[in-house]
């Protein structure tokens, strides 16, 4: 009962951003548009690869929330309750709704899927969305898009700063 009622809640979060097509959006020029790679799963629907477009000011946005314990224990939270039910509860991409959408979300966990990708980048993608991400920018604070990208930091095997309590970052309420 708890995977239909899943399914259910984030088919009602996802179908508005594929039916309005939130990922395709035109291209101005001096944007470039950032493609991964279509899905090999092998499934009988092939899943739509995501398409990003981001500015050269938004590939260069730095994040103003520092990256400590404290910011991606928050990130992990979002994560948890925003993310997971695609991108997996350790951020593998194998959570049940991507499973069950023959999606294929990137492997969070391995080191290459994020290396190359600027803190601003992952903030716009997060905001923006694609076809088959809705975007979070109505729904999540900026601060909180920020904890975001520092938890997928630490997923990525970065070690965050001690938070030592004498210096708080920004805090979300």
């Not at 899943?6 to 101005?28: A, M, R």
């Amino acid at each position: 009962m708890r995977s239909l009622y899943t399914i259910g809640v984030c088919l009602f979060l996802l179908v508005p951003g594929v039916l309005w097509g939130q990922g395709n959006k035109p291209q101005q020029s001096g944007q470039s548009t950032q493609k991964t790679a279509p899905s090999t799963a092998a499934s009988s629907a092939q899943a739509v690869p995501h398409q990003f477009v981001i500015t050269p000011e938004e590939k260069a946005r730095k994040n103003p929330v520092p990256f400590t314990e404290e910011s991606v224990s928050r990130g992990k939270s979002l994560f948890m309750t925003q993310c997971a039910m695609c991108h997996g509860k350790t951020g593998n991409g194998k959570g049940e709704l991507a499973v069950v959408m023959h999606a294929s979300p990137p492997d969070f966990t391995n080191p290459d899927t994020l290396s190359k990708r600027t803190d601003g980048e992952l903030f716009t993608m997060i905001n923006t969305g694609s076809s088959q991400m809705p975007g979070e920018a109505k729904r999540l604070k900026e601060n909180q898009t920020w904890d975001l990208v520092n938890f997928l930091r630490a997923l990525e095997g970065k070690q965050p700063a001690i938070s030592t309590g004498t210096k708080k970052g920004p805090a979300h309420p």
